[in-house]
């Protein structure tokens, strides 16, 4: 089975490595997190190389990431990009490659529908957008604004 993540327990660490798009493409976050979740309280080091997916598993992934009891460490490898930086940015420390990449932008999404089921998309489009700038906020410090 093809997965698009692994992870991988030693004593009271353990590396998690996210290689693929997130989401829908491979293992979804309900199965990532039942994984976590045994793992117990043993230090995760996350190591990333992704062009990004599923916004939502990614905030699941995220969110389950920050919960966790103990230290996070991620290392971008190689490429962090869209939904995979939200994942970066629930560790306690980022590590990035000299000649890595990290690449945000708004989230988009493929619709169709009349011109209701469109205008929920965009709302939708919108109100995820204030939660990921709220995120990238928090980490950095910076207003949202900015």
């Known amino acids: 089975m093809k997965t698009w993540f692994r992870l991988r327990a ?11 798009e997130i989401g829908a493409w491979g293992i979804n976050s309900k199965d ?6 045994a793992l ?3 230090a995760l080091t996350v190591r ?3 062009p990004g997916g599923d916004v939502f598993d990614a905030l699941a ?13 991620v290392h971008i490898d190689a490429l962090c990009a869209s939904a995979a930086t939200l ?18 932008h708004e989230p ?8 209701a089921e469109l205008l929920k998309q965009s709302d939708l489009l ?8 709220g995120i990238y906020a928090r980490k950095t410090g910076m207003d949202p604004t900015e």
């Open 61 to 73: 992934i995220h969110n389950a990431l920050t919960r966790h009891s103990a230290r996070v460490t």
């Open 48 to 50: 990333i190389n992704s």
């Open 40 to 42: 117990g309280d043993a």
């Open 32 to 37: 990532l997190l039942a994984q976590l979740t």
């Open 87 to 104: 994942i970066a940015l629930a560790a306690d420390e980022v590590r990035m490659a000299d000649n890595a990449l990290f690449m945000i």
């Open 108 to 115: 988009w999404t493929v619709s169709m529908g009349n011109s």
């Open 10 to 20: 030693a004593r009271k660490t353990a590396e998690l490595l996210i290689y693929e």
């Open 126 to 133: 919108d109100t995820t957008a204030e939660q990921i700038v």
